[in-house]
């Protein structure tokens, strides 16, 4: 019970390692839900139109009113906050400072980006369609540095091994037990003395 006190207060080695697997497994996540929500902007931005009733509509009203694929891109962006603060909650539980950093980059861009996104709804802006682009790109790159990190990390670790415990090899004789006479030694002359309860061996061994 105490050592599992002592794991939960100060997680160790192993801990971190799991950690680590875990913030890459949301890092993988996100860095999917990026692209499919880069590539859904494009299409957006391209061939379907924001409707105008939408220029005043609130978030949930955008959802439940818009266009199919509009509403998909609103509900991935909403989805898309959620992993990274996620992300940052893992990175920050690792211990990893430049890694906590990356993962609040990360965030920041992607909550940029979905701000962005909602001007770009009320007025058609031009240039927050690009700030929305930009700062996606942003935060994808900001998700492979983690995921890069997170993964050169684990292979620097290397696996825990018991250290070898060095044998040691007898030198003046043998202690007395249950079957096994006391002796002075190895004699010096070829072969062993035959002895009660103790069978002489093969001959050729001398006294090292």
Not at 18 to 43: E, F, N, S, T, W
Not at 70 to 99: C, E, K, M, Q, S
Request: glycine residues 14%; proline residues 8%.
């Amino acid at each position: 019970m105490a050592g599992s006190l002592d794991k939960l207060v100060a997680p160790g080695r192993h801990t971190r390692r799991l950690g680590r697997a875990g913030l890459r497994r949301v890092c993988v996540a996100a860095l999917i839900m990026l692209v499919v929500q880069y590539g859904l902007g494009i299409v957006l931005n391209l061939y379907v139109p924001v409707p105008a009733s939408d220029a005043h509509a609130s978030i949930f009203g955008e959802i439940a009113t818009a266009p199919l694929a509009l509403t998909v891109h609103a509900l991935l962006g909403l989805a898309l906050i959620g992993t990274a603060i996620l992300l940052v909650a893992r990175a920050v539980g690792v211990g990893d400072r430049l890694l906590a950093v990356l993962a609040s980059a990360g965030l920041t861009a992607i909550g940029g980006a979905f701000g962005a996104g909602e001007i770009f709804v009320r007025n058609g802006m031009p240039g927050a369609s690009l700030a929305m682009a930009v700062l996606t790109g942003v935060a994808l790159l900001c998700y492979v540095g983690t995921l890069a990190l997170a993964t050169a990390a684990k292979r620097q670790v290397p696996p825990e091994v018991a250290p070898a415990q060095p044998v040691s090899a007898p030198t003046t004789g043998f202690p007395a037990g249950d079957g096994f006479p006391a002796g002075d030694g190895w004699p010096a002359r070829e072969g062993w003395p035959a002895r009660e309860g103790w069978p002489a061996p093969a001959s050729g061994l001398r006294r090292v």
